[in-house]
């Protein structure tokens, strides 16, 4: 798994040949550290097929406003550079992976 900050996330993220999938997360947030486990098990369990990243909002808020990330976990799927989907609120890994796997095929 991948921490990316402001200067890293094109890097990481939009440059990515592999589909990236980013946590916008804060440590004060209750659903974003119950939702923590699932993404970094799911990370393990997908490991090659898609990247895992997380972006503190706190600490690096350029790209997180320019995304119009409003509420966090809100959980965003890259293909190719692109948004491909997005969730907001706690996932679980099941879930997670399910909802990942839907826009990889």
């Keep these: 798994m991948i921490h990316a900050t ?3 996330f094109e890097k990481e993220v939009l440059k990515s040949k592999k589909p990236v999938v980013v946590d916008f997360y804060a440590d004060w947030c209750g659903p974003c ?3 923590a486990p699932a993404f970094d098990e ?3 369990d997908m490991n090659g097929k898609v990247t895992f990243v997380k972006v503190n909002v706190d600490e690096n808020q350029e ?3 320019e995304l119009g990330v409003m ?3 809100c959980i965003i799927l890259f ?3 692109k948004e491909a989907d997005r969730n907001v609120g706690a996932m679980n890994k099941g879930t997670l992976k399910s909802w990942i796997e839907e826009h990889i095929k």
């Design 6 to 8: 402001d200067a890293t």
């Design 71 to 73: 509420s966090i976990p």
């Design 63 to 65: 790209h997180a406003g």
């Design 42 to 44: 799911a990370s393990k």
């Design 33 to 35: 550290t119950m939702m």
């Design 79 to 81: 293909v190719k550079g």
